[in-house]
C-alpha cells in the first residue's frame, strides 16, 4: 500500500471516530445523580412558633420532580454554630394528613449507620437508597432528633407544606393523629436520583416569595415552578428535567432582603446542587421594594447599576461552570403601597428593558408580559393578583407556569 493510500486510510479512520466517539459515550453513559428537589435554607433562631424538636420525630413533606429507583438524601447545617445529631432518618411515600402509605418506608444510611453527627456548617449527602420514586411524587422525610440542636437551626419558613412533629421515635410510624402541624422545613436540603439517560439534567430556579410560592395554597403544590414541572412533563420528546425552587420569600438579588442574597448564596444554593445544566433568575423586586423602607432608615438601597451588575455576576458565575442562563423579567407591583414607588417603577421597567434587550441571557422569561394588566401594566392583572398587588394568586402563578416555553431545555 502506497503512503498516500496508508495517509488517506488514516484520515478516513480519525474522521469516523470523531464522528461516532459521542454517539458512543451517549450509548454507554455512566449513571449520575441529579437533583429532583431542593430547597435553600435561611438561618432561623428558635422562637416562640419554632417547634420543640429536641428528642421528637418531625415529618416533612416534598413534591418532587423526576422519578427513579434510587436515591439520596442531602441535608444540611449549614448556619449551625454547633454539630447536629440525627438519630435516625427515613423516607416513605406520602399519604394526607401525615400518613406514609404502607410498605414505603425506608431506613436512610450515612456510611452504613442510622445516627449521624452533621458538622457545624455542614452539608452531609446519604448511602444511595433503594426507592422506587414515580414523578411528581409527594415523599415523606422523617427526622428523629437527639435531645440537643444547634442554637440557630437551617430553616426553610416558606415550606407551603404541613409538616408534623410527634415526641419520641416515630420514624416508621404510619399515621400520626396527634401530631403538632408545622408550615416549615428543617434541615433538608434536597434530593438527587440516579439516572442514565445522557440528556437529563437539571434546572436550578433563584428567586424571592414569588417563586417560593407565597399566595399559593398549602399542600397543593401550585407554585410556579410545581406548575412548570407538570406542564414541561406533560409535553413528549422533551429529556427529563429536575426542577429544584430555591427561591426564599423576601430574599434579595444584590442587598437588603431576607436570608443571604443571591451573590452570597449562589454557590451553595446552585452550584452544589446535582445535574444542573439550567439556571433562572427570577430576582430584584426586593431590591427595589426595599427602598422605601431604605429611605425611612436612611440606609442606603441597590440602585439600577447594583442590580445590572448583580445579575451579570451571576451570569459570570454560572457559565463559568457552563450552565446556561435564563433571565425572567421583574413582574409589576403598583397598588403594593409599602412597596412601590415612582423611580422604583422606573427602574424596573430599565432593568427589564435590559434582560429582555442586552443579549446577557442565553434565553428570556417575559414574565412581565405574562402576567400584567394590559390596560394598566405597571399592576398584576385582577385575576393574577393575591390581593396584596405584589404577590400572584393560584393562577397567576399557573399562568407563570404557561410562560416558561418547555423547548428551553431541550438540548
Known amino acids: 500500500m502506497s503512503a498516500l493510500a496508508k495517509s488517506r486510510r488514516l484520515a478516513l479512520w480519525l ?10 459515550v451517549a450509548t454507554h453513559a455512566e449513571p449520575r445523580w441529579i437533583g429532583t428537589w431542593a430547597t435553600a435554607p435561611i438561618p432561623e433562631r428558635p422562637g416562640q412558633d419554632t417547634p420543640t424538636l429536641a428528642a421528637a420525630t418531625f415529618r416533612q413533606n416534598i413534591h418532587i420532580s423526576l422519578g427513579g429507583r434510587t436515591v439520596r438524601l442531602r441535608l444540611s447545617n449549614a448556619f449551625g454554630a454547633t454539630p447536629l445529631r440525627l438519630a435516625g432518618v427515613h423516607l416513605a411515600l406520602a399519604a394526607p394528613g401525615g400518613a406514609i402509605q404502607p410498605g414505603t418506608d425506608r431506613a436512610v444510611k450515612f456510611a452504613g449507620q442510622d445516627a449521624v453527627t452533621i458538622p457545624a456548617g455542614a452539608p452531609l449527602v446519604s448511602d444511595p437508597l433503594d426507592f422506587p420514586l414515580p414523578p411528581q411524587a409527594d415523599v415523606s422525610i422523617s427526622i428523629h432528633f437527639a435531645a440537643e440542636l444547634p442554637d440557630t437551626l437551617t430553616a426553610h419558613p416558606g415550606s407551603r407544606t404541613t409538616s408534623f412533629l410527634q415526641p419520641g421515635d416515630a420514624l416508621a410510624t404510619v399515621t400520626l393523629p396527634d401530631a403538632r402541624k408545622v408550615e416549615r422545613w428543617y434541615f433538608i436540603n434536597g434530593l438527587d436520583v440516579l439516572v442514565d439517560a445522557p440528556a437529563t439534567s437539571a434546572l436550578a430556579i433563584l428567586g424571592d416569595s414569588i417563586t417560593d410560592g407565597r399566595g399559593t395554597t398549602t399542600d397543593a403544590n401550585n407554585r410556579w415552578p410545581d406548575e412548570f414541572v407538570r406542564r414541561y412533563q406533560a409535553q413528549p420528546g422533551l429529556p427529563p428535567l429536575g426542577v429544584l425552587n430555591l427561591g426564599i420569600g423576601g430574599n434579595a438579588l444584590v442587598r437588603g432582603g431576607i436570608g443571604p442574597n443571591i451573590l452570597a448564596r449562589f454557590d451553595r444554593d446552585v452550584l452544589a446542587q446535582s445535574g444542573v445544566r439550567w439556571l433562572l433568575v427570577f430576582a430584584g423586586i426586593n431590591d427595589l421594594g426595599g427602598r ?12 439600577i447599576s447594583d442590580l445590572v451588575a448583580g445579575y451579570q455576576q451571576v451570569i459570570t458565575r454560572a457559565h463559568s461552570r457552563n450552565l446556561r442562563v435564563v433571565g425572567a423579567t421583574i413582574t409589576p407591583y403598583q397598588g403594593a403601597d409599602f412597596y412601590w414607588t415612582p423611580d422604583g417603577e422606573a427602574d424596573r421597567q430599565k432593568i427589564n428593558e435590559w434582560i429582555r434587550h442586552s443579549g446577557a441571557f442565553d434565553a428570556v422569561a417575559d414574565f412581565d408580559v405574562a402576567v400584567r394588566d394590559p390596560e394598566r401594566p405597571t399592576r398584576l392583572r385582577p385575576e393574577f393578583d393575591s390581593g396584596d398587588h405584589l404577590h400572584l394568586s393560584p393562577a397567576g402563578y399557573a399562568r407563570l407556569g404557561e410562560a416558561l416555553a418547555p423547548n428551553l431545555f431541550s438540548p
Not at 422605601?292 to 440602585?303: D, L, M, N, Q, T
Open 292 to 303: 422605601v423602607s431604605a429611605r425611612k432608615e436612611h440606609r442606603e438601597f441597590a440602585s
Open 15 to 24: 474522521f469516523v471516530g470523531c464522528v461516532l466517539w459521542p454517539f458512543a
